[in-house]
């Protein structure tokens, strides 16, 4: 396991960070703790490490946002965002840049590099706030395919899939198979008139079968049973019966319908009626055949295809309109002729119908077989000559009218053709029901035929049965195998799964006890449950078992297990890396948790490198408290548009940075910096010896100044008599130095005029003089090394003391 | 405890698994090779799976 720590991180020009903040973690401070008010530019160091880790930022993948918007605003186009890493192993060292182009690239191009980062993309590194409970809200589905993506299982998902549908598949391929099988089996049961189906009840009905055919065998296997079916078959003569009576049903069946539903001779005699009355009357055809040629006309006009005003029967000119209402004029003159003519159109149509009714039935006489030229040649001839008179009829239902014309049905003699052919039908049905008679099977032969048609039809279904039983064997065996295959693999899953969940839940379960202690919960447990194949949460509270969480849990009790669910999953799955970055964890935290939050952190991980940004002072100073060794403290001062982020140092590195411009000589480079520390070491002792301030509101407290922290730190000494003991000459060599005292506010640079580099470093020495009063010479312990209930303290030997 | 799954990862756990499938006790041999194979040349999907044990018992 690989253990990669941050050797140092640079960020310059990236989000709201301006100009170049450096965090080093190569001295004694491991971890850093961030303080910095909102809209400070504290998240902007959360994104430098997804940013620098995925290759992008998540919440500035949405839409309306690019590249552009990781680079700071005033960037000029000839400079690079970047961001650097070094690494406790050198050889990772890495800068990621992005150019005015949108060009991103990582500087360091070596194998090992791009495998590191790769396996980094799959640990968790960042928790945000507004990501602490993406995991806890998660349906069971969705926590499961993150743990097991985090594990490194997302193979075996598809695997069960795929195994699970094969499953299926040949259990619905068996299923299909067993039930024709079955199906089968049941027909055989009931050829054999057994309860049951068995195979020696099989055997048994066909020895009775073959014993009635004259074959004494004994049968106790489907070859047996196909050699005695073959000599069954054998033992029969072939003959003709079978056929000639298959042959007479068929034609008995022909004419018994024939007779149930004869034809009638009704609609063509009406119609020949209403045909000869029109065509007697020449008013009425020369009527018809009028209305028939304006109908013409008026669809030539109105298709708009014809000569403009131009009639298109004469060719003479009129207007189009005028030529339409003529039109329309003398169609609707004689209305009753029309309606006359209409009905007997309807007439002519059923005539049609009726006389192609008759030819299709009469017609059916023609599939009989005949096989002695006698037997229906009567009732033939006469179909023959029913259908010429039917044809000769359908030609004059279509005739059109014509004066005087007329149509006589009675030369067809259609009407009682059809009562010969009626008569034709009866005798032929009586010679049927004869044949049939004489074709009859003995009683002895019947016995026979049924006994061979039962053997017969046995063999067939045992021959199929077997075949059946054949392909069902295999078909088992495989999904019993895959069965067996799916089962293990669902098992093996479960205890992986649960090996993890429960190596998490031990984490969780202390972490959020350490969080919530006292307060009656007993375990946390995350369960993998194998029938909703998810996995939940399971709050163990006074003995009482709550899932899920949000059921039971507040939003600040949510949170809490969000941030714990989050550092064992570190603990379990981070392999390369030894870090991790809380980005302002503590919203939403109550007040009485964020002790224990900060306490845990520090006791659980104190193996881990931790950079935690907060925007809460409060917290921050609990914290620092707790958080001392290999902990660096750091506070966004301020934060403008066009600088970005202003982080204070730790008091080392202000020490280190005093030290460094004193070298210098330089007053105006100096001064700045040595009264900023000089105020920050006062502010120190200040909270450490206890002294009373006036009460200010939030930030202002902090901006308290050297001239205000020296006198009132000698207000405190005085009240409590301290001066008795020491001297106080120190404060005034201090009060002395103006250029401490005497300037307006933070961010102004101290008045140097007349100041020589002499004067601040006269000042320098007298805050490292000041906090030795403090110390005891006897003991060397400082005032506050016994502290009594934070009010008296004193030295290790008691000899310095206070109040 | 860096490791959850102590000494194997998941992946070991899955080749182990299929390494071993001809052992797992009232396994058909022809099909535990099938999926064996299918799993190491990365087509172990439900469409080769099922054509693959057609294929064996249309050869039985």
Request: proline share 2%.
């Given at each position: 396991m690989s253990n990669k720590k941050i050797s140092s991180l640079t960020i310059n020009g990236f989000r709201g960070i301006r100009r170049s903040i450096s965090f080093d973690f190569t001295k004694k401070y491991a971890s850093a703790l961030v303080y910095g008010a909102n809209a400070k530019g504290k998240s902007s160091i959360g994104d430098a490490f997804e940013w620098f880790f995925t290759g992008s930022i998540s919440e500035l993948t949405k839409e309306g946002c690019t590249r552009d918007d990781y680079r700071h605003r005033l960037l000029g186009s000839d400079e690079e965002t970047r961001v650097s890493f070094d690494f406790s192993d050198p050889s990772l060292n890495c800068n990621l840049s992005l150019n005015s182009s949108r060009k991103q690239q990582y500087s360091n191009n070596d194998l090992a590099f791009g495998q590191y980062l790769d396996k980094s993309k799959g640990e968790l590194i960042l928790l945000r706030h507004k990501d602490l409970r993406v995991f806890v809200d998660e349906s069971k589905g969705v926590k499961r395919k993150k743990i097991s993506q985090l594990i490194g299982m997302e193979e075996w998902e598809d695997i069960r899939d795929q195994?699970?549908?094969?499953?299926?598949?040949?259990?619905?391929?068996?299923?299909?198979?067993?039930?024709?099988?079955?199906?089968?089996?049941?027909?055989?049961?009931?050829?054999?008139?057994?309860?049951?189906?068995?195979?020696?009840?099989?055997?048994?009905?066909?020895?009775?079968?073959?014993?009635?055919?004259?074959?004494?065998?004994?049968?106790?296997?489907?070859?047996?049973?196909?050699?005695?079916?073959?000599?069954?078959?054998?033992?029969?003569?072939?003959?003709?019966?079978?056929?000639?009576?298959a042959r007479l049903k068929s034609a008995e069946t022909i004419l018994e319908e024939l007779l149930k539903n004869y034809p009638q001779l009704k609609h063509f005699l009406q119609f020949s009626k209403s045909y000869n009355e029109i065509c007697s009357q020449p008013v009425k055809v020369l009527s018809v055949q009028l209305h028939e040629l304006l109908g013409q006309g008026k669809i030539i006009l109105e298709s708009g295809q014809w000569n403009k005003n131009v009639c298109p029967l004469c060719e003479?000119?009129?207007?189009?309109?005028?030529?339409?209402?003529?039109?329309?004029?003398?169609?609707?003159?004689?209305?009753?002729?029309?309606?006359?003519?209409?009905?007997?159109?309807?007439?002519?149509?059923?005539?049609?119908?009726?006389?192609?009714?008759?030819?299709?039935?009469?017609?059916?006489?023609?599939?009989?077989?005949?096989?002695?030229?006698?037997?229906?040649?009567s009732l033939k001839v006469l179909a023959t000559e029913i259908i010429t008179a039917l044809s000769i009829a359908k030609s004059w239902s279509d005739e059109?009218?014509?004066?005087?014309?007329?149509?006589?049905?009675?030369?067809?003699?259609?009407?009682?053709?059809?009562?010969?052919?009626?008569?034709?039908?009866?005798?032929?049905?009586?010679?049927?029901?004869?044949?049939?008679?004489?074709?009859?099977?003995?009683?002895?032969?019947?016995?026979?035929i049924e006994a061979f048609q039962n053997l017969k039809t046995l063999a067939s279904h045992m021959h199929i049965l077997a075949g059946m039983d054949a392909n069902l064997v295999p078909l088992e065996t495989q999904f019993s195998s895959i069965e067996i295959i799916s089962r293990r693999f669902q098992d093996l899953r479960r205890q992986t799964l649960g090996k993890v969940l429960d190596a998490i839940s031990d984490n969780v379960s202390k972490y959020f006890l350490k969080i919530h202690h006292g307060e009656g919960f007993d375990k946390i447990h995350l369960k993998f449950l194998p029938d909703e194949d998810g996995v939940e949460f399971h709050i163990y509270y006074k003995g009482e078992e709550i899932t899920p969480p949000r059921k039971f849990l507040s939003e600040s009790y949510l949170n809490?297990?969000?941030?714990?669910?989050?550092?064992?999953?570190?603990?379990?799955?981070?392999?390369?890396?030894?870090?991790?970055?809380?980005?302002?964890?503590?919203?939403?935290?109550?007040?009485?948790?964020?002790?224990?939050?900060?306490?845990?952190?520090?006791?659980?991980?104190s193996d881990y490198q931790l950079l935690v940004l907060t925007h809460d002072n409060i917290w921050f100073d609990q914290f620092r408290r707790l958080a001392k060794k290999g902990w660096q403290h750091k506070r966004i001062k301020n934060w403008s548009y066009e600088d970005g982020v202003n982080i204070e140092n730790t008091p080392g590195e202000q020490l280190e940075d005093c030290q460094e411009a004193l070298k210098t000589g330089q007053v105006e480079f100096a001064a700045p910096i040595i009264r900023t520390y000089i105020e920050n070491r006062l502010k120190a002792l200040s909270e450490k010896l206890g002294v009373r301030f006036r009460f200010r509101q939030g930030a202002q407290n902090e901006e308290r100044m050297c001239g205000e922290l020296l006198s009132e730190l000698r207000r405190e000494l005085n009240d409590c008599k301290f001066f008795s003991v020491v001297d106080d000459k120190i404060f005034n060599e201090l009060e002395a130095s103006t250029f401490i005292v005497n300037y307006g506010s933070h961010d102004r640079t101290p008045d140097v005029a007349g100041l020589v580099i002499g004067d601040v470093k006269f000042a320098f020495e007298r805050i490292e003089i000041l906090e030795n009063t403090f110390k005891c010479p006897d003991c060397a312990k400082f005032v506050w090394n016994i502290v009594d209930r934070g009010y008296r303290m004193q030295c290790k030997c008691g000899k310095l003391s206070l109040r | 405890?860096?490791?959850?799954?102590?000494?194997?990862?998941?992946?070991?756990?899955?080749?182990?698994?299929?390494?071993?499938?001809?052992?797992?006790?009232?396994?058909?041999?022809?099909?535990?090779?099938?999926?064996?194979?299918?799993?190491?040349?990365?087509?172990?999907?439900?469409d080769e799976v099922l054509t693959a044990l057609e294929l064996i018992r249309s050869n039985q």
């Open positions: 195994i699970g549908s094969v499953e299926n598949r040949l259990k619905k391929n068996l299923e299909d198979e067993k039930a024709k099988l079955e199906s089968r089996q049941e027909e055989v049961r009931k050829l054999i008139k057994s309860d049951v189906f068995t195979d020696s009840a099989c055997w048994e009905y066909a020895e009775a079968q073959s014993k009635k055919l004259g074959i004494s065998q004994n049968i106790n296997s489907l070859a047996e049973l196909e050699a005695v079916d073959q000599k069954a078959k054998e033992s029969i003569k072939p003959d003709d019966r079978a056929t000639r009576l003479s000119r009129f207007e189009d309109n005028q030529l339409l209402a003529h039109i329309f004029e003398h169609q609707n003159k004689d209305q009753s002729i029309q309606k006359e003519i209409g009905l007997f159109e309807i007439g002519r149509s059923n005539a049609k119908k009726e006389l192609q009714n008759i030819n299709s039935k009469v017609s059916t006489v023609s599939q009989l077989f005949i096989s002695s030229k006698k037997d229906f040649s059109k009218f014509q004066t005087n014309k007329t149509i006589n049905p009675a030369q067809l003699d259609l009407e009682n053709k059809l009562i010969e052919f009626g008569k034709q039908i009866k005798v032929s049905l009586e010679k049927i029901h004869t044949a049939q008679e004489n074709l009859k099977p003995t009683k002895d032969e019947k016995a026979k809490g297990l969000g941030v714990c669910l989050f550092l064992a999953t570190v603990r379990a799955f981070n392999v390369e890396n030894r870090f991790i970055v809380l980005d302002d964890i503590i919203n939403s935290f109550d007040a009485e948790h964020r002790m224990d939050l900060a306490k845990l952190l520090v006791d659980e991980f | 405890m860096p490791n959850p799954l102590e000494e194997k990862s998941a992946n070991e756990i899955l080749r182990e698994f299929f390494e071993n499938l001809e052992k797992l006790p009232n396994i058909d041999s022809s099909v535990a090779t099938t999926i064996k194979k299918l799993w190491n040349e990365g087509n172990l999907n439900r």
